[in-house]
């Protein structure tokens, strides 16, 4: 039995992990929806070339980050090692 743990614990994380990817699709395809929405709105208010007066200003479209493998570890606590002190004196131990 606990030779299937890390397949067991694989498993629930990939799952999990396909939900929020899920997720994160379903807000990026909402997000572009508006964005073509308000760039229509914002198009059909101008009175010539260049923007109208009440032109929104339209926000280039986000890249996705690179380090989201840094802010899991950073979250899960795996990132920078912490300080660990010595009982009674309060000196840290480690970096």
């Known amino acids: 039995m ?4 890390p397949e067991i614990f694989e498993r629930k994380f990939q799952q999990r992990l396909a939900t929020v990817l899920e997720h994160q699709k379903h807000l990026l395809a909402d997000n572009q929806a508006l964005r073509e929405r308000l ?4 198009s ?3 009175d010539g070339p260049g923007p109208g007066p009440g032109q929104p200003l339209l926000l280039p479209t986000v890249a996705p980050r690179q380090g989201w493998g840094q802010a ?3 979250a899960l606590g795996l990132g920078r090692p912490r300080k660990i002190t010595r009982p009674g004196d309060g000196r840290p131990t480690g970096a």
């Open 2 to 5: 606990l030779e299937d743990l």
């Open 39 to 42: 760039y229509n709105l914002s």
């Open 44 to 46: 059909s208010d101008r």
């Open 72 to 74: 899991l570890k950073r």
